[in-house]
């Protein structure tokens, strides 16, 4: 089976691992992919802005199924494209992705289904934010509407932050917003929470929990992400059941009521507080670094799953899961997520000796005549399954070391609430 898989990060990568591991025989096309997948797949190099670019590769290759992994185009609308021309792809269309395109559009959701999640209100311009802003109480949440590569997101401690985050929003630094939003700040900790659907029936793919702060501690700034434990520790039979009835179902019903057919991932970003779940986001893809934390643990074939999501037939496949605890931590270039030096060398990255249940992927690189060079932020997730979150660490930790790259860093105290 010919499938392509949109995308270029470690998610990615994870997701081309997993495939290449289904008993079916597949031929995996990545576009563009990176180093990582050019071992097990065939990059392609093309502009994912380019639908029509897109659409000819995938007549021209036979493709049966695509799978798209990063939002950007999900929001842009390309299953929609893609499946005007009789193409399988796994994703929501561009109204379903409006989930994670348009906070607003998830908060008015919230608002009309009473789902728990934070107080808000909505502006459209300077002075009635910051008239709001006056009278409020601190910290406070100011948010792009639109999508914002997670940068969006400013928690304010005073009224000078306040405005710099409503300056910054309506200046166009996210590109043109003719609205935000002000949320009240959620206390708690924080969980990812995913699913997977065809529209019909809805199955459970995984808790984890990020660590998005740059510093040890949660110190820092907002990053992608860098590093997951799954299962995450905050996760029993009660809370689950409080999530599906008053946050997953109550969204799904909403979006069925105005005529939308949700098939995909669904992250829901949770708050939990004395185990009460609130919803802080959705996403309408996987998360990064959960994806390539959860999927080293599933046990089913995880071709089948997309296919049978694509058929609507995902009622008839059991997903199962190893009972392992995993780990992922990521290494970064030297300065993210501020400005950091591309085309830089990893030397040692040969010198990795992956033994039973260790993963390398790839995000942020590029292979030259041999070498491996980081090109992204985001450089190497390394993962690790075990028994226990301790002993999975220290497998990782061992294999950094021997990565001993001088252009990256990681977090050092990656599950530290799991691990004592
Ligand atoms: P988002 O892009 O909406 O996921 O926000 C990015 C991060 O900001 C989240 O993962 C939280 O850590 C934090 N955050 C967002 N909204 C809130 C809120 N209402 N209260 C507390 N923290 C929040
Ligand atoms: N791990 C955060 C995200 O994928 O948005």
């Not at 999640?117 to 311009?125: E, P």
Request: glycine share 8%.
């Amino acid at each position: 089976m010919n499938i392509v898989i949109i995308g270029s990060g470690a998610r990615e990568h994870s997701i081309c691992a997993s495939l290449n591991r289904s008993k079916k025989k597949t031929k995996i096309f990545c576009l563009p992919g990176n180093a990582g997948t050019e071992n097990i797949a065939k990059n392609i190099s093309i502009d994912l802005n380019d639908f029509k670019k897109i659409k000819s590769f995938i007549l021209k290759n036979k493709i049966e199924l695509v799978i798209v992994g990063p939002e950007k185009p999900l929001v842009s609308g390309i299953v929609d494209f893609l499946e005007k021309f009789n193409i399988k792809v796994f994703g929501p269309n561009s109204k379903a992705a409006q989930l994670e395109g348009s906070k607003i559009f998830t908060k008015e959701i919230c608002k009309e289904y009473n789902i728990p999640t934070a107080g808000f209100g909505i502006f459209k311009n300077k002075s009635e934010a910051m008239k709001f802003i006056k009278k409020s109480n601190f910290p406070l949440v100011i948010k792009a509407d639109n999508l914002a590569a997670g940068k969006g997101v400013y928690i304010c401690n005073n009224t000078k932050e306040a405005k710099i985050a409503v300056n910054d929003i309506f200046n166009g630094k996210f590109g043109d917003a003719d609205k935000l939003l002000i949320e009240e700040y959620l206390e708690g900790e924080e969980m990812s929470y995913f699913i997977i659907t065809d529209g019909k029936s809805i199955k459970f793919f995984q808790t984890a929990q990020d660590h998005k702060r740059v510093l040890e501690g949660d110190k820092g700034k907002n990053t992608g992400g860098m590093g997951a434990y799954s299962p995450s520790r905050l996760i029993n039979n009660k809370l689950e059941k409080k999530i599906l009835n008053k946050i997953i179902n109550p969204t799904i019903r909403a979006l069925g009521k105005m005529g939308i057919k949700y098939k995909g991932f669904l992250y829901a970003g949770l708050m939990i507080k004395e185990n009460e779940p609130y919803l802080i986001e959705y996403n309408v893809r996987m998360g990064d670094p959960e994806c390539q934390t959860i999927l080293p643990t599933l046990e089913t074939d995880l071709l089948e799953i997309f296919l049978a999501c694509c058929d609507k037939t995902l009622d008839k496949i059991n997903i199962k899961w190893k009972e392992l605890k995993s780990i992922c931590i990521v290494v970064c270039s030297k300065g993210y997520p501020d400005k950091y030096e591309k085309k830089v060398e990893i030397k040692n990255i040969h010198k990795i000796n992956l033994g039973k249940n260790e993963y390398l992927f790839h995000a942020g690189t590029t292979a030259y005549e041999n070498n491996i060079y980081a090109i992204g932020g985001r450089v190497l997730s390394f993962v690790s399954l075990s028994n226990n979150y301790k002993s999975a660490k220290k497998k990782i930790t061992k294999n950094i070391k021997n990565l001993n790259w001088s252009g990256g860093f990681f977090r050092k105290d990656i599950g530290y609430k799991v691990i004592d």
